[in-house]
C-alpha cells in the first residue's frame, strides 16, 4: 500500500499542505463537512486518501463529521476533520467526547472573518479562545498549533498528529483563510526524514490495564487501545473510572478532572514552539500569530529600518499559552504590540496576562477580512514607540 | 428442597458468558422492559456465536445506553446523545471485519439523533441498531418524546401532546435500511430473530421494540405504575400488518403495527461499496 | 429442580408471578438487600419447563434449567 509521502517541491494552498500533512502522517480516516474556506482540504483528501487506502467521507454535518473522526481513533486509525468557525462552533461537544475519553485526533479550524457567518472567503482570527475553552464544563487543557505558512501547515499537521499520540487527545491545528488560501512553496521531504509518532498499544494483559490513569495524572505516551483488541475499552462522555465506568462520586470527578489538566500543564517542557526575530536587543515587540504574522513581521522590518529597536515573537504552539516565554519578552521590552484579527482582543488578553504588568500591553485589533498591512502595523509602531 | 437458589454466586448462564458480573444487576427500574430486550440481545449473541473480541455494543444517551453501557464484557462505546450513528459510521468504516449492535432510544434517534439516524439508513450502514421506544423520555425523567402518543400527559406536556408520534420504522425503510422490523418487549423470541437476521444481513438492520417504562410513563401518561398495566396498554395499541389491512386509516390511529416490514439483503450499504471502491483506486 | 431464583438481581417487578402459565410462583416475605420482595416457587412441582419466567424476567433473576425429567411435562399435557 502506498505510504502517502509524496517528496518533491509544491506550489499549493495551505489547505492542501494540510491534507498532504495529514497523509504523511498517517491519517486515515477523514471526515467533513463543505465549509469555505476549508473545503479545500476535504477535496485533497477525498482525491488523496482512496489512494493510500484510507477512508473519506463527507458526512451530513459538522456534528456527524467530530463523532464520526473521534470513533475511527477508537476504531483504530489516525483521523482528521476541518471546519471553520461556525462549523467549530457545532463540533465542540463532540471535541468533549474526544477530550474527556483521551482518544487521539486532529482538528483543524481554518478561521475565517466572524461573528456567526461572518464573511466565509476571507480571513478572521476569532477562535482563539474558543478551541482552547468552548466545550462544554471546563475541567480540560488544550493543544493548538497554528501555521504562519504552507511549509508549516505540512509541518505542523504531522506536529499535530505526534502530540495527538503522545498525550492522547484532539489536537487543533488553529490555522486562518489567509495561510488556508495562500498559493506558495511547500517541500515534502523523504519518508525517511519525517518523524512519525507511532499508536502505543498496552503491554500488559487486559485484567492489568486501566484504560484511563486517573490516578497517574501526568503521565503521557499513554496506550491507546482500541476495539477488536480483546481489551474490552469502555468509552463514554459521561465522568467515569479508571476502567470506564460511569460514575457520580466527587473523588473520581475530581481525578478526573486533573488529569485532563495536568496531563498537559506538567509537561509543559514539551509543548512550548515559539519563533523569535531580533529580540536580542529589542525594546519594544509585536506579536502575531497565523496569517498574520508575516505582515507583522514585514512592519517589524520596517521599523527596524528607521532605527527603532523592535522585535518580533510569535507563539507556534498557541495553546497551552507560553506563559513564561512571554513573560521573558515583557520583562526585556518597555511596551508590547499584538496584531490580531479580532476587535475584542483574544491573544492580547492572554499575552497582558502572561505580562503581568512587566510591560505595556496594547491592542490592535481588525475585524478581519484582510490580515493587517505591514504599515498599518508599522504606524502603530511608530505611534506607540517611545 | 427450597426452590430458591442457596448459592448466591450462581448465575444466569448468559450472564456469566456475556456480562460483567460487577455491573450487575443493571440498573433499570423494577419491571422495566429494558432487561428483556437485553436479554433478547444476548440470546441472538450466542445463537450466531458471536464473541466479546468481534462484537462491539454502541450507545447513545438515554436510558436505553446507561443500562446496556459496560455490561457487555467486550468493548461499549457509549457517545454523546443523537451521535451514536455518526459513532458507529466511524467504528465500522475503521472495522468493517466487526459487528456492532447499537442500543438507541426514541429521543437519542428520533430527536436529537434524528439526522444521523436517515443518513445511516440512507448509507445502509452495516450495523443493528435497536430503537428501546417507552413513548417518554425516561432517564430525564419523564418529558415528551417525539413518540410519545397525541395527548400523553408528561412533564413538558402536562396539559397533554399535540403533537403525533414519528413512525420511525417508516423513516428507516424510507431512507433505505436493510432491514426493519418493530416488536414489543414481550416478544423476546421475536426480538432475539430479528437480531440474528439483522447481524446476518449486510445493510442497516433496524429493530424497533415497544417496551415499557412503567416509573415514568406509567405513571405520567397512564397514571399507573404497574408494569403489567403499562404491558397490557401496549398490546392493546398493537396490531399485525395482517390486522392492519382489515382496519381503516381512522380506525389505525393510535395503533402500533408490529411485525417484519422489510428484508432487502439484495441492497448494498456504504461498507461493502467502499472496500470495491478501494479496489479500484487505491495505489500499488 | 428446573428453578433458582437469583435473590441479588431480583427487582422485585412480579413477571414470573403474573405470566406464569402454570401459577407456579407467588410473592413471599423475603427480601433481598435493596428491599425487593422475592418471588418463590410455591408450586414447583407444576412446573412445565416452559422457560417463560427465565425469559421474562428483565433482570436475569430467573434461571431455569431444563431437567431430563421428561415424566414431569408429559403428566402435565
Known amino acids: 500500500m502506498a505510504s502517502g509521502v509524496k517528496p518533491g517541491r509544491y506550489f499549493v494552498q495551505g489547505d492542501e499542505a494540510i491534507a498532504e500533512g495529514a497523509i504523511a502522517a498517517g491519517c486515515r480516516f477523514f471526515a467533513g463537512y463543505p465549509i469555505t474556506p476549508s473545503s479545500e482540504t476535504s477535496e485533497a483528501m477525498a482525491r488523496r486518501l482512496p489512494e493510500v487506502g484510507g477512508i473519506c467521507l463527507q458526512m451530513e454535518d459538522e456534528l456527524a463529521s467530530i463523532h464520526a ?297 481588525s475585524g478581519g477580512v484582510e490580515p493587517h498591512l505591514p504599515a498599518q502595523i508599522f504606524n502603530e509602531i511608530r505611534r506607540l514607540y517611545s | 428442597m427450597s426452590a430458591l437458589g442457596e448459592n448466591k454466586e450462581k448465575l444466569h448462564p448468559l450472564v456469566a458468558k456475556y456480562l460483567r458480573r460487577e455491573r450487575m444487576p443493571h440498573m433499570a427500574c423494577p419491571g422495566c422492559g429494558i432487561g428483556q430486550v437485553v436479554h433478547a440481545t444476548l440470546l441472538a449473541i450466542d445463537d450466531l456465536g458471536l464473541t466479546p473480541k468481534d462484537t462491539v455494543w454502541v450507545q447513545g444517551v438515554g436510558c436505553s445506553s446507561r443500562i446496556t453501557y459496560s455490561t457487555w464484557i467486550g468493548d461499549n462505546i457509549d457517545a454523546h446523545h443523537g451521535r451514536i450513528f455518526a459513532v458507529a459510521t466511524g467504528l465500522k468504516m475503521a472495522r468493517p471485519d466487526m459487528n456492532f449492535i447499537l442500543f438507541t432510544g426514541d429521543g437519542d434517534c428520533g430527536a436529537i439523533g434524528g439526522n444521523h439516524f436517515i443518513h445511516a439508513c440512507r448509507r445502509n450502514l452495516d450495523v443493528t441498531a435497536i430503537l428501546f421506544n417507552n413513548g417518554i423520555y425516561g432517564m430525564t425523567g419523564g418529558q415528551v418524546a417525539p413518540t410519545s402518543p397525541l395527548g400523553a400527559t408528561t412533564t413538558t406536556t402536562p396539559y397533554g401532546n399535540i403533537e403525533d408520534p414519528f413512525d420511525m420504522c417508516q423513516m428507516a425503510i424510507a431512507a433505505g435500511a436493510s432491514y426493519v422490523a418493530r416488536w414489543r418487549s414481550t416478544d423476546v423470541k421475536s426480538i432475539a430473530n430479528s437480531i440474528k437476521k439483522g447481524i446476518q444481513t449486510k445493510g442497516l438492520a433496524f429493530i424497533e421494540v415497544l417496551l415499557q417504562c412503567p416509573t415514568n410513563f406509567g405513571r405520567y401518561v397512564l397514571k399507573t405504575s404497574n408494569p403489567q398495566e403499562v404491558i397490557k396498554w401496549i398490546k392493546e395499541h398493537t396490531v399485525t400488518q395482517q390486522k392492519a389491512k382489515e382496519l381503516s386509516p381512522p380506525e389505525l390511529v393510535g395503533k402500533y403495527v408490529i411485525g417484519e416490514f422489510i428484508h432487502r439483503p439484495e441492497r448494498t450499504g456504504i461498507v461493502a461499496r467502499y472496500q470495491e471502491f478501494l479496489k479500484k483506486y487505491m495505489k500499488e | 429442580m428446573p428453578i433458582t431464583i437469583v435473590k441479588e438481581f431480583c427487582k422485585g417487578c412480579g413477571f414470573c408471578i403474573a405470566n406464569c402459565p402454570q401459577k407456579v410462583y407467588e410473592l413471599s416475605e423475603e427480601m433481598n438487600k435493596k428491599g425487593y420482595r422475592l418471588p418463590r416457587a410455591v408450586r414447583e412441582e407444576d412446573c412445565t419447563e416452559c422457560g417463560i419466567c427465565d425469559l421474562y424476567c428483565p433482570d436475569f433473576a430467573i434461571i431455569l434449567e431444563k431437567t431430563k425429567n421428561k415424566k414431569m411435562r408429559k403428566e402435565k399435557i
Open chain 1, 69 to 365: 473522526v473521534g470513533a475511527a481513533s477508537v476504531g483504530g486509525l489516525k483521523a482528521m476533520t476541518i471546519s471553520s468557525g461556525p462549523g467549530i462552533s457545532l463540533k465542540l461537544e463532540g471535541l468533549g467526547w474526544g477530550i474527556k475519553n483521551e482518544i487521539p485526533y486532529v482538528v483543524v479550524d481554518v478561521q475565517r472573518a466572524g461573528p456567526s457567518n461572518g464573511v466565509a472567503t476571507r480571513v478572521g482570527q476569532g477562535d482563539f479562545y474558543t478551541v482552547r475553552y468552548g466545550s462544554a464544563g471546563g475541567n480540560s487543557a488544550l493543544i493548538a498549533l497554528s501555521p504562519k505558512s504552507t511549509q508549516e501547515a505540512f509541518d505542523l499537521t504531522i506536529e499535530c498528529f505526534n502530540l495527538a499520540e503522545i498525550f492522547r487527545c484532539p489536537v487543533f491545528l488553529l490555522t486562518d483563510e489567509t495561510v488556508g488560501h495562500t498559493r506558495e512553496l511547500l517541500v515534502i521531504p523523504e519518508e525517511s526524514e519525517l518523524k512519525i509518532v507511532p499508536r502505543r498499544k498496552p503491554t500488559v494483559p487486559p485484567e492489568e490495564f486501566l484504560m484511563y490513569p486517573l490516578d497517574n495524572p501526568t503521565v503521557i505516551n499513554y496506550p491507546f487501545p482500541n476495539i477488536g483488541e480483546g481489551y474490552g475499552i469502555c468509552v463514554s462522555p459521561y465522568t467515569h473510572t479508571s476502567k470506564g465506568y460511569a460514575s457520580t462520586a466527587q473523588e473520581i470527578q475530581e481525578k478526573m478532572a486533573k488529569r485532563l489538566v495536568l496531563k498537559v500543564t506538567a509537561n509543559l517542557d514539551k509543548l512550548v514552539r515559539v519563533e523569535r526575530q531580533k529580540m536580542e536587543d529589542a525594546e519594544f515587540a509585536v506579536i502575531a500569530y497565523g496569517g498574520n504574522a508575516r505582515p507583522a513581521m514585514a512592519a517589524v522590518e520596517m521599523a527596524r529600518e528607521k532605527g527603532l529597536k523592535v522585535g518580533f515573537f510569535r507563539p507556534i504552539i498557541v495553546w497551552p499559552f507560553p506563559d513564561e516565554e512571554v513573560l521573558k519578552v515583557a520583562e526585556k521590552v518597555k511596551k508590547i504590540l499584538v496584531c490580531e484579527l479580532n476587535i475584542d482582543g483574544q491573544l492580547s488578553r492572554e499575552v497582558a496576562r502572561a505580562a503581568k504588568g512587566q510591560a505595556e500591553v496594547y491592542h490592535l485589533g
